[in-house]
């Protein structure tokens, strides 16, 4: 009788003798190796991991709820928790997403329109995927699925967060132009063309969506410009971080528009006397 087999390195080191599965543990040690040699570390020391699971518990958080809100496995978090010498990185960023705060009561199912929405708003402007997902502790995978609109209910912490995250975001372009391009193709929505993000019955808003993201991209950046020069950066080192995007004389203008107060006086057209 056969059985479905998936050859994997742990299959070998369980003592299969089957070559896909020699072979996936050749590969695997082939990868270490370079990666020692490059000086990369897939795993890192876990006491400041487990520290963190030490003070969500403290909080009042279950092993099982540190779990749900990084995107791990039970086991993985236990491990951890029990005194596991070494942690992987990515586990260990997916726990220290976890924030410090009482433990999560809620665990209702809502409508998942208005967080698919965001996830979404947030691409069209630059962030992708990948990148909110480190802020949320959640794994990139659950979140497209979010994105795309495969779920039609989220748990209500989930929800939570990334209305939160989405707040602080939506005012920052992000820095993938890829993530824009592709959110475009897709037909997806900036934050501007909502005005009830959360009410499925809405339709986004389509009048002039260029003009509209072109002044809306514009306010963001003269925003972040201002918060660059708040923070002592140059107009020079302000214009590398924007990678030209905006050139050095308008960040030069808008710098010292902050900084006196005063707008600058463009001209205007000559009126004939009446």
Known sequence: MTTDHTPSRACYQHGCSRPECKQADYQYMSRLRLERHRGQRRRCDSTQTRHHIER???????????????????????????????????????????????????????????????????????????????????????????????????????????????????????????????????????????????????????TDARILNFHERAALRREEIIHLAWHGDTPEQIHARLGGEVSISTVRQIVLEWRTGQKRQRKQPERSAA
């Not at 602080?168 to 391009?181: A, C, N, V």
Request: avoid cysteine; proline fraction near 7%.
């Open 56 to 206: 969500l518990l403290a909080a009042g958080w279950t092993q099982a709820q540190i779990a749900r809100a990084a995107g791990l496995a039970h086991r993985t978090v236990g491990a951890v928790e029990a005194g596991t010498a070494n942690v992987s990185k990515r586990t260990a960023l997916a726990i220290l997403s976890v924030l410090i705060g009482p433990a999560p009561t809620d665990t209702r199912d809502v409508d998942a329109t208005g967080t698919t929405r965001r996830l979404r708003a947030l691409a069209v402007i630059g962030w992708p995927i990948e990148q909110l997902s480190p802020q949320l502790g959640i794994y990139p995978t659950a979140l497209g699925n979010i994105a795309r609109g495969e779920l039609r209910n989220v748990r209500a912490t989930t929800a939570h967060a990334v209305a939160l995250l989405y707040q602080h975001l939506i005012r920052q372009p992000g820095p993938s132009d890829r993530s824009r391009i592709l959110a475009s193709k897709k037909g997806w929505h900036g934050p501007a063309a909502w005005d009830d993000i959360d009410d499925p019955s809405e339709q986004p808003e389509e």
